[in-house]
Nanobody, 127 residues
């Protein structure tokens, strides 16, 4: 599956942004989807995940503690797209944001090792 992330930009603290990740090539609804980010000088970290339609946990979401209550991950399978609504942005949210996909739940929800990665979109939050 090919992933294309978009929607990043330069915003001020307290603003909102919505990232999108469009997928092509496979049955999108079969894939667990996640957002990850990497700030300068830091390792890539998990941000949010949403479950595929396979199994009994369709649309179940999970968030990193640092974004819980501010970010919302959703998916629109008819458009092969996953979104990350980011509210109340902080300078610490500045990073390159990547989307990832996997048919294996743990690779998205637990160990941050998707089979497929998007190219990343830059989010910069000024104070």
């Amino acid at each position: 599956v090919q992933l294309q992330a978009s929607g990043g930009g330069l915003v001020q603290a307290g603003d909102s942004l919505r990232l999108s990740c469009a997928a092509s090539g496979r049955t999108f609804s079969n894939y667990h989807m996640g957002w990850f980010r990497q700030a300068p000088g830091r390792e890539r970290e998990f941000v949010a995940a949403i479950a595929s339609r396979i199994g009994m946990r369709y649309n179940m979401t999970y968030y990193a503690q640092s974004v819980r209550g501010r970010f919302i991950i959703t998916r629109e399978d008819a458009k092969n797209t996953v979104y990350l609504q980011m509210n109340s942005l902080k300078p610490d949210d500045t990073a390159i944001y990547y989307c990832g996909a996997s048919e294996i739940h743990s690779r998205i929800f637990y160990n941050g090792r998707p089979h497929y990665w998007g190219q990343g979109t830059q989010v910069t939050v000024s104070s």
